[in-house]
Structures are given as C-alpha cells and as structure tokens.
C-alpha cells in the first residue's frame, strides 16, 4: 500500500546510498553540505510520515514494518560513514568516540531482535518518550557531526556534536535496558 507515509519512509531508505556518497569524502565540504541538506530532509520525513499516518487514519502494517527500518538504515549507515572517515575523532579520547557510536548500534540490534522474539509471541513493546527523545538527540548528534564536515574550521560544532552523541548512547543504554526488562519477564529461564 504506498501511502504518502509509506512514500515518504521509502525515500528515507532511498535517500541513505546518496547520504553516503556525499559524506565519503572527509575534505569536501560541500558534500558535507548537501549531505546535511539531505540529512534534515531525511529527519523531517521521519516525523511527518508517522504524524500523517495517523492523522489520515493510513496506519499500515507495511508502514509500521518500514519505519523503523529506515531509521535504523539512516543511523548506522550515519555512524559507519562518520566513523571510516575520522568524523567520530575528537578532543580528549581521540578515536574513542566510535564507542558512542558502537552502543547505539548495538542497541538498535537487541532491540530490534527484541521486537521480533516479543512479535513471535504476541507481545508489544510500545515505543516510550524518552526512546523518542533518544531517537531526536541521536539525530541532532548525527546532524551536528555532518555539519561539523561542513563547517571544519568551526570546531565547537564538532564538540557539540560528540557530547549529544555520547548523551545519545547513554539514553540508548537507558531505553535499550528497560526494553530488555520487558522482554525478559517474556522469556523462559
């Protein structure tokens, strides 16, 4: 069923190969430019296609398959790119920014595997606020750093940047454990 919602979700997941390739190369600052254009534009669909969705009383189950899908397609492929090309460097720990950027992928990962062990048994997990403000700060993070690319002689952008990626996983281990909670009162022991 190809929606509006659906369409817009469908362009996330379109849009991750073009992000990629304008972030590959560290020293182009106008791919690093256009890629943050793309970037928010990508952000912004992924508030109106489920805002649509349930306003227009389109809610899918396709739509509800590829949603989070597509984020997670945008976020990793964000933190791998960043990661392979320095964009996850900076001051005091060095390179050890990729941890940040390791915790909210494997987060995504459990989590996602959890959904589909609790789907198999006919338990939902709802989606809780603070996961979504989780999901915001992780996309501001990832934004900043992108802008960071843009802009290298503005280094405070880059710090930003990597203290709301660091915030980010610490609200990833937080959701991700009550996620887990829930999900182990469901498992055999």
Sequence with gaps: MLTLPNL??????????????FLWWPDWTFGYAVGL???IAAAVTDYFDGMLARTQGTVSKL?????PIADKIMVA???????????LTGPIVGDAHVIAGLIILMREIIV?????????????????????????????ALGLLIFAGAVPEIEPVRWL???SLWVAAVLTCVTGW???K????????
């Design 112 to 140: 996602s595997g959890l959904r589909e062990f609790l789907g198999g048994i006919q338990v939902s997990v709802p989606v809780t606020r603070l996961a979504k403000w989780k999901t915001t700060l992780q996309m501001i």
């Design 63 to 67: 739509g509800q398959f590829l949603d």
């Design 178 to 180: 009550g996620y887990l």
């Design 37 to 39: 254009v793309l970037y």
């Design 182 to 189: 829930v999900g182990l009162t469901h498992m055999d022991t």
């Design 161 to 163: 940047g990597l203290a």
């Design 8 to 21: 817009l979700t469908l362009s996330r997941i379109f849009a991750v190969p073009l992000l990629v390739l």
């Design 77 to 87: 492929a964000v933190i791998l790119i960043l990661t392979a090309k320095g964009g």
